[in-house]
């Protein structure tokens, strides 16, 4: 008798509890693997930023993770050309995001400075909040690059002299930050001659570090330290 439209002779019975034919040749692809491939999709992030290198660092694992579990059940899984790939797409950004931000790092500071973080100007525990340490002493006269805030001020363009803090939230939410992440920056930027705008961003400041305490407009408790004939980077 002829096979009618919904007769099923010559075809292979499904399974209707999984989808899988009789033989189960029904394979997914591993969740891993996709993972893998999205992570490694968002793995150039680590061309901006240090901290952004956990992102290929994570698509690497991922697609190892993947990798093996394909390796381990193949009657099962499927997809080891996606994770090989995002493995390769992963370790190709990481380690060429690290060579980019390590030649930026040693560009950014310029011949003859040196770098100062606001560490190296805490007070010691138990020293008053004013406190000058030995750490910064050292540094006083010395041609430094320091990396901070601009705390905001009414003058928002054509900026020549400034307050450089530490923290983002003490620069951009209207705090009061310690006097020693403070730094009172006098711009003599040939590049920059009628001074530079007000950013919300990391700002890099280059120029001699001078200790003075003195007052500040403004600015409750004043400053202790100065960044003079500084410029931008």
Request: charged share 20%.
């Amino acid at each position: 008798m002829p096979a009618g439209l919904f007769d099923t002779a010559g075809q292979e019975p499904l399974d209707s509890t999984n989808g899988q034919d009789a033989e189960g040749s029904y394979r997914a692809v591993a969740g891993t693997a996709i993972a893998a491939a999205v992570t490694a999709a968002l793995s150039p992030l680590a061309f901006f930023d240090w901290s952004l290198a956990v992102v290929p660092a994570v698509g690497i694992v991922l697609g190892a993770m993947a990798y093996r579990t394909i390796a381990q059940r193949p009657d099962v899984f499927i997809g080891r050309p996606l994770a090989i790939g995002a493995i390769v797409l992963s370790a190709v950004s990481l380690v060429a995001g690290l060579i980019t931000l390590s030649r930026a790092y040693a560009a950014e500071l310029p011949d003859g400075y040196e770098r100062l973080n606001y560490g190296l100007l805490q007070p010691l525990p138990g020293d008053p909040s004013d406190a000058v340490p030995d750490t910064a002493r050292t540094m006083d006269g010395r041609n430094v690059l320091l990396k901070g805030y601009i705390y905001p001020g009414k003058q928002q363009t054509g900026i020549t002299q400034f307050l450089l803090v530490r923290d983002q939230g003490d620069c951009c939410f209207g705090g009061n930050p310690k006097i020693t992440d403070r730094v009172l920056v006098q711009l003599k930027d040939p590049s920059h001659p009628k001074g530079i705008d007000f950013s919300s961003r990391l700002t890099k400041i280059a120029g001699r570090f001078v200790i003075r305490p003195m007052g500040a407009p403004g600015m409750d408790g004043g400053v202790l330290y100065h960044l003079e004939d500084a410029f931008a980077r």
